[in-house]
């Protein structure tokens, strides 16, 4: 990984090469060879056939950290969540990861030979807030009070004919590296559509943390859905072996 000084100074991208497919096991592993595959041309994923096994010649994942890789991440964001229907983030929500990265939100993008597969962000907890509190605050409170150290997986979007799978194993290995290493996260939470909270219960091992309500952000339904790290941590050992 190549931590640069100053942005302003080095101007480097962060970045992770990837060698493990981790999410062809967690599929593999999850038995969705009935029915219930991912979608390649879903944002969120779910139904539809397997594609075929991505190579990973090239695949890395940059923590986004100049306004070109903030405007790409933008863009792909806008016309992925617009042709599903939803409502799109203001660009202010798109923010540059500064060196350490700790305590603030980080932008991924995923990468082969240069051509954008997806994006994702972390948002850990802070002063301000997760964006899910505003429909799911009271759970996201309890949790708090249970001791949980929150973040929130937002802005996943994946490229029209790209390679889902690739784009998912590289999003997840460093979205796991950024929510445990970086911001020693207990628990990660996501709003995810309800048509896809099999997939994600089954293949990474999220739970159902509130019940289906509207997402006023996207203007759509949504579930909201917490992960253990540890026991995602165990999982993704296993699935590597």
Same mark, same amino acid.
Request: proline share 5%; hydrophobic share 40%; glycine share 6%.
């Given at each position: 990984?190549?931590?640069?000084?100053?942005?302003?100074?080095?101007?480097?991208?962060?970045?992770?090469?990837?060698?493990?497919?981790?999410?062809?096991s967690?599929?593999?592993?999850?038995?969705?060879?009935?029915?219930?595959?991912?979608?390649?041309?879903?944002?969120?994923l779910?139904?539809?056939?397997?594609?075929?096994?991505?190579?990973?010649?090239g695949?890395?994942?940059?923590?986004?950290?100049?306004?070109?890789?903030?405007?790409?991440?933008?863009?792909?964001v806008?016309?992925?969540?617009?042709?599903?229907? !939803?409502?799109?983030?203001?660009?202010?929500d798109?923010?540059?990861a500064?060196?350490?990265?700790?305590?603030?939100?980080?932008t991924?993008?995923?990468?082969?030979?240069?051509r954008?597969?997806?994006?994702?962000t972390v948002?850990?907890d802070?002063?301000?807030?997760?964006l899910?509190?505003?429909?799911?605050r009271?759970?996201?409170?309890?949790l708090?009070?249970?001791?949980?150290?929150?973040?929130?997986?937002?802005?996943?979007?994946?490229?029209?004919?790209?390679?889902?799978k690739?784009?998912?194993?590289?999003?997840?290995?460093?979205a796991?590296l950024?929510?445990?290493?970086?911001?020693?996260?207990?628990?990660?939470l996501i709003?995810?559509?309800?048509?896809?909270?099999?997939? !994600?219960?089954?293949?990474f091992?999220?739970?159902v943390?509130?019940?289906?309500?509207?997402?006023?952000?996207a203007?759509?339904?949504s579930?909201?859905?917490?992960?253990?790290?540890?026991?995602?941590?165990?999982k993704?050992?296993?699935?590597?072996?």
């Amino acid at each position: 990984m190549n931590t640069p000084n100053s942005v302003e100074q080095n101007a480097l991208p962060l970045e992770l090469t990837h060698s493990g497919h981790w999410v062809q096991s967690l599929l593999q592993n999850s038995h969705l060879r009935r029915g219930t595959q991912p979608n390649p041309r879903s944002n969120s994923l779910p139904s539809g056939s397997l594609p075929p096994r991505f190579t990973e010649e090239g695949l890395r994942t940059v923590v986004a950290v100049l306004p070109e890789q903030l405007q790409a991440a933008e863009h792909l964001v806008r016309r992925r969540y617009s042709w599903r229907g !939803y409502r799109v983030a203001s660009t202010d929500d798109f923010e540059a990861a500064a060196p350490g990265m700790k305590g603030q939100p980080v932008t991924l993008l995923a990468e082969d030979c240069g051509r954008l597969l997806g994006t994702l962000t972390v948002r850990p907890d802070s002063p301000q807030g997760l964006l899910a509190e505003e429909s799911y605050r009271t759970e996201i409170e309890h949790l708090r009070r249970e001791g949980r150290r929150l973040g929130e997986l937002v802005k996943l979007a994946v490229e029209e004919g790209a390679d889902w799978k690739a784009a998912l194993n590289a999003l997840v290995q460093s979205a796991y590296l950024v929510t445990c290493v970086v911001h020693a996260l207990t628990d990660v939470l996501i709003e995810v559509n309800p048509r896809h909270v099999r997939f !994600y219960q089954r293949v990474f091992g999220f739970t159902v943390a509130a019940a289906e309500r509207i997402c006023a952000r996207a203007g759509a339904a949504s579930v909201l859905m917490q992960l253990d790290l540890a026991q995602f941590g165990r999982k993704l050992e296993f699935a590597a072996a």
